[in-house]
């Protein structure tokens, strides 16, 4: 027992020793996400328009119930969403919503920082998810 309290106490005061410590001075110095990192989602888009050919298995897989999908039709008969919009609010970012889609047009970004003041700001639609 007594092995283990030195043990601890060594750990403790390796810490305590300057350039050791695990505080970051955020703004100041920013960590970096892992690879594995979920943060902000994002629509990839093609040459023209949006991937997305709203399918419905985004907001279908979604446990949190926070997409929002309306599908249209263009000139040539392709569907896409005319209304995509994702609240993250009640997003848990499980990224389910990115396994389900069969054309990869959603990914998820290692973007963290979306403080904001107003609810409405985050309420992701279609333009913003393309940015």
Do not use: W
């Amino acid at each position: 027992m007594f092995k283990e309290f030195i043990q601890g106490l060594s750990i403790t005061f390796k810490h305590l020793l300057p350039g050791h410590s695990t505080t970051v001075q955020y703004p100041d110095e920013r960590l970096t996400p892992s690879p594995r990192f979920r943060g902000l989602h994002r629509l990839v888009p093609t040459q023209d328009r949006e991937k997305c050919v709203a399918c419905y298995l985004c907001p279908t897989v979604c446990p949190a119930k926070c997409i929002t999908v309306e599908a249209a039709e263009n000139e040539k008969g392709e569907k896409y969403p005319q209304v995509y919009e994702i609240d993250l609010l009640r997003c848990i970012f499980c990224g389910y919503c990115v396994e389900a889609c069969p054309v990869e047009a959603l990914e998820m970004t290692a973007e963290y920082e979306l403080a904001n003041f107003r609810r409405e700001d985050f309420k992701f639609n279609k333009k913003r998810l393309l940015k």
